[in-house]
Each structure stands twice: as structure tokens, then as C-alpha cells.
């Protein structure tokens, strides 16, 4: 037998209550529609498996991944109808594994409503595009008789600007009320977690909420309503004196100005905790605020323990990490922020 791989160096602390108190704030929100939940991305990095049951347990019904690999992670967790795929049926095999799961695929062009049509149809959601010309089918296309013969759930579509008060939102909201009154269809989804600030004209049957449920603010309008989920931890893997003048890490971008008591902590770039975070990111353990020192590298980075003199090694240090605040730090978006944390984080 193999021994017994060692509890990692690195933990997220998930805020599962604050996680079910988004979306219950989101759901509210979204006043006679329902609030979905994006977990697609491991549920932008916080992780599906994790996220999904308190989400379901909350009253969510509707969940959607981005590929087809990640349905196995959630599939045996709730009801497979509840389930889509948003990149939809590119491949014949595709098509087939939706039906032999049971879950929705996200039609996005002619050519994947035929491929579903060929494989036998049913149920599945269709996604137009009102300008943000990525996935989805184009508005010149919406007549199309092929359209007539889906078995459509949810019609969608995606904002573009949902975060900035822009003419584009009225654009996209006008062009998603033309494609339902064309297309037969049971339910409609436009606004994202942005989205469902901007009113009940976005709404539709269902929203879409993704990075405000894992602590993202996406708009002005959302802050105080939004709880932060995730907190990076790391362990402390060594810790020193230096004194005056020695330099901390590559390049010797920090000198020190007097003695100080420094730690090195199992956390890097590689770990999502960029370069960015250099000379600027803050821990914390026993109450003070731990500096980092000298620039991050891929696996360790170095913080000012002068303020802790108890924790030593094997102790663990929290990342000052709620999403907006360090978004305007680093310049990274709030989703980056999320998506970035790498998989030698315990979850």
C-alpha cells in the first residue's frame, strides 16, 4: 500500500455560510426570477464539489459548466436536468454524452442545433448573441425554421458591460426581448451577477450569478450584500533573523532597515499568488498584519514576522484576499483573482 500523501502546505478557507448567504442575497435580488449558479471552473477555482451542495441545499436549481469534462465533478451531486453545458455540442460524441447523462447542452449556432437534431434532440438551452460576439447565435440567424424544431429550457444571453452604466446593457436587453418573442422557449436568462443590479428587465425566469456568489462586487450597488468566501492560507516553512541590509529574494528588491524576523511561506506564482503581490501583499495571524517582502516566487514567498513572534514554523498565515479590495491592489480582475488558485490548495 502507498503511504499516506501529507495534508498540504496550502488551504482555502471557504466561507460556506457566506457562500449560501450570496446567493440567497442574489435570488432576492433577482425578484421573480431565480437565481442559477455558475460553477463552471472548478466554480471559479473555489470548487465545485464543495460549492454545489450548499448552493443546492440553498434552493438553487440551475447550474452551468463551461466544458464537457466538468460535468464528472458534479453530476452525482444534484439531478442531471439541472445541469448545462454552455459550450455546447461541438462533436457528435458531445451529443451522445449529453443524453446518456441527461444534462442540458447550450445550443450556440445552426450547426449545433443540427448536430443535436441528428442525435435525437431533447431538452437543451440556447444561447443568443447581442453583441458580445463571442458564443451564440448571431441575431440575423434567430428566424431560422431549424430553431422551431428545439426543445428549448432557458433561451440565454450574455452582457457585455454589465458593470458599467453603458447604452450597450439597453442594446443587449432590447435584442434579447426580439429573440424571445421569435424563438418558442420555456424560460429566459440575460442578466449575470452585474446584470441583476441593472433591474428586472434583465431578469427574465432565471439569472446567472457567478463571481459575486464566491465574494466578487461587481457593481457599487452589490457592496455590503456581498460576503467574502474564500481565504488563501499558507504554512510558515521556515523562519529567520536577518539584520540590517540583507536583502529578501530574487533581484534583492528589499533590503532590510533594521533587524527584522522574516518567514518564508509555502506560496507562489504557481499557486495563482502572482508577482503582482510583490512588496505589496499582507498576511495575517495572531491579530497583526504581516508584510510581504521582496518578490513572489513560484513556490515561496517571504513575509515580515517581526509583529509575530509566536508563530514560528508549521504555523499558518491568512492572505488579505477579498476580491475587490485586492483586485484594485494587483490590477488582476476579481475572476482572475478566483480562477488563478492553483490545485496544491486543500479545499
Same mark, same amino acid.
Given at each position: 500500500?502507498? !503511504?499516506?500523501?501529507?495534508?498540504?502546505?496550502?488551504?482555502?478557507?471557504?466561507?460556506?455560510?457566506?457562500?449560501?448567504?450570496?446567493?440567497?442575497?442574489?435570488?432576492?435580488?433577482?425578484?421573480?426570477?431565480?437565481?442559477?449558479?455558475?460553477?463552471?471552473?472548478?466554480?471559479?477555482?473555489?470548487?465545485?464539489?464543495?460549492?454545489?451542495?450548499?448552493?443546492?441545499?440553498?434552493?438553487?436549481?440551475?447550474?452551468?459548466?463551461?466544458?464537457?469534462?466538468?460535468?464528472?465533478?458534479?453530476? #452525482?451531486?444534484?439531478?442531471?436536468?439541472? =445541469?448545462?453545458?454552455?459550450?455546447?455540442?461541438?462533436?457528435?460524441?458531445?451529443?451522445?454524452?449529453?443524453?446518456?447523462?441527461?444534462?442540458?447542452?447550450?445550443?450556440?449556432?445552426?450547426?449545433?442545433?443540427?448536430?443535436?437534431?441528428?442525435?435525437?434532440?431533447?431538452?437543451?438551452? =440556447?444561447?443568443?448573441?447581442?453583441?458580445?460576439?463571442? =458564443?451564440?447565435?448571431?441575431?440575423?440567424?434567430?428566424?431560422?425554421?431549424?430553431?422551431?424544431?428545439?426543445?428549448? #429550457?432557458?433561451?440565454?444571453?450574455?452582457?457585455?458591460?454589465?458593470?458599467?452604466?453603458?447604452?450597450?446593457?439597453?442594446?443587449?436587453?432590447?435584442?434579447?426581448?426580439?429573440?424571445?418573442?421569435?424563438?418558442?422557449?420555456?424560460?429566459?436568462?440575460?442578466?449575470?451577477?452585474?446584470?441583476?443590479? &441593472?433591474?428586472? #428587465?434583465?431578469?427574465?425566469? =432565471?439569472?446567472?450569478?457567478?463571481?459575486?456568489?464566491? $465574494? $466578487?462586487?461587481?457593481?457599487?450597488?452589490?457592496?455590503?450584500?456581498?460576503?467574502?468566501?474564500?481565504?488563501?492560507?499558507?504554512?510558515?516553512?521556515?523562519?529567520?533573523?536577518?539584520?540590517?541590509? #540583507?536583502?529578501? $529574494?530574487?533581484?534583492?528588491?528589499?533590503?532590510?532597515?533594521?533587524?527584522?524576523?522574516?518567514?518564508?511561506?509555502?506560496?507562489?506564482?504557481?499557486?495563482?499568488? &502572482?508577482?503582482?503581490?510583490?512588496?505589496?501583499?499582507?498576511?495575517?495571524?495572531?491579530?497583526?498584519?504581516?508584510?510581504?517582502?521582496?518578490?513572489?516566487?513560484?513556490?515561496?514567498?517571504?513575509?515580515?514576522?517581526?509583529?509575530?513572534?509566536?508563530?514560528?514554523?508549521?504555523?499558518?498565515?491568512?492572505?488579505?484576499?477579498?476580491? !475587490?479590495?485586492?483586485?484594485?491592489?494587483?490590477?488582476?480582475?476579481?475572476?482572475?483573482?478566483?480562477?488563478?488558485?492553483?490545485?496544491?490548495?486543500?479545499?
Amino acid at each position: 500500500m502507498s !503511504p499516506d500523501v501529507p495534508a498540504p502546505a496550502l488551504r482555502l478557507h471557504i466561507d460556506l455560510d457566506a457562500l449560501r448567504s450570496n446567493w440567497q442575497a442574489l435570488d432576492r435580488l433577482s425578484g421573480r426570477a431565480r437565481a442559477g449558479a455558475a460553477v463552471k471552473a472548478d466554480a471559479y477555482g473555489v470548487g465545485a464539489r464543495q460549492v454545489v451542495p450548499v448552493l443546492r441545499a440553498a434552493g438553487c436549481r440551475d447550474f452551468f459548466v463551461a466544458h464537457w469534462g466538468e460535468v464528472g465533478d458534479v453530476l #452525482d451531486l444534484l439531478e442531471p436536468e439541472k =445541469l448545462s453545458v454552455l459550450h455546447g455540442p461541438l462533436t457528435d460524441a458531445d451529443a451522445a454524452f449529453a443524453h446518456s447523462c441527461g444534462i442540458k447542452p447550450v445550443i450556440n449556432s445552426l450547426e449545433q442545433a443540427r448536430r443535436w437534431l441528428r442525435s435525437g434532440g431533447g431538452r437543451c438551452d =440556447l444561447m443568443i448573441d447581442t453583441g458580445i460576439n463571442r =458564443l451564440g447565435l448571431p441575431m440575423a440567424e434567430i428566424g431560422n425554421e431549424c430553431l422551431r424544431s428545439l426543445d428549448i #429550457d432557458v433561451l440565454l444571453s450574455h452582457l457585455v458591460s454589465a458593470e458599467e452604466d453603458t447604452d450597450l446593457n439597453r442594446l443587449q436587453c432590447d435584442r434579447w426581448r426580439e429573440a424571445r418573442a421569435v424563438i418558442p422557449h420555456q424560460r429566459s436568462s440575460l442578466a449575470n451577477s452585474a446584470g441583476i443590479v &441593472l433591474g428586472s #428587465d434583465f431578469h427574465g425566469d =432565471l439569472t446567472r450569478p457567478g463571481i459575486a456568489l464566491y $465574494g $466578487g462586487v461587481p457593481r457599487a450597488e452589490m457592496s455590503g450584500l456581498i460576503r467574502q468566501v474564500v481565504r488563501p492560507q499558507a504554512a510558515i516553512l521556515q523562519v529567520r533573523n536577518i539584520v540590517a541590509g #540583507d536583502t529578501v $529574494g530574487y533581484n534583492a528588491t528589499f533590503t532590510a532597515p533594521t533587524a527584522m524576523r522574516v518567514g518564508t511561506i509555502a506560496l507562489g506564482y504557481a499557486d495563482g499568488y &502572482l508577482r503582482c503581490w510583490s512588496g505589496r501583499g499582507r498576511f495575517h495571524a495572531d491579530g497583526q498584519e504581516l508584510k510581504v517582502l521582496g518578490r513572489v516566487s513560484m513556490d515561496m514567498t517571504v513575509i515580515d514576522l517581526s509583529k509575530a513572534p509566536h508563530i514560528g514554523e508549521g504555523g499558518w498565515v491568512t492572505a488579505d484576499y477579498a476580491l !475587490p479590495q485586492a483586485s484594485a491592489l494587483t490590477g488582476l480582475s476579481q475572476y482572475e483573482l478566483l480562477t488563478l488558485l492553483g490545485n496544491r490548495f486543500g479545499r
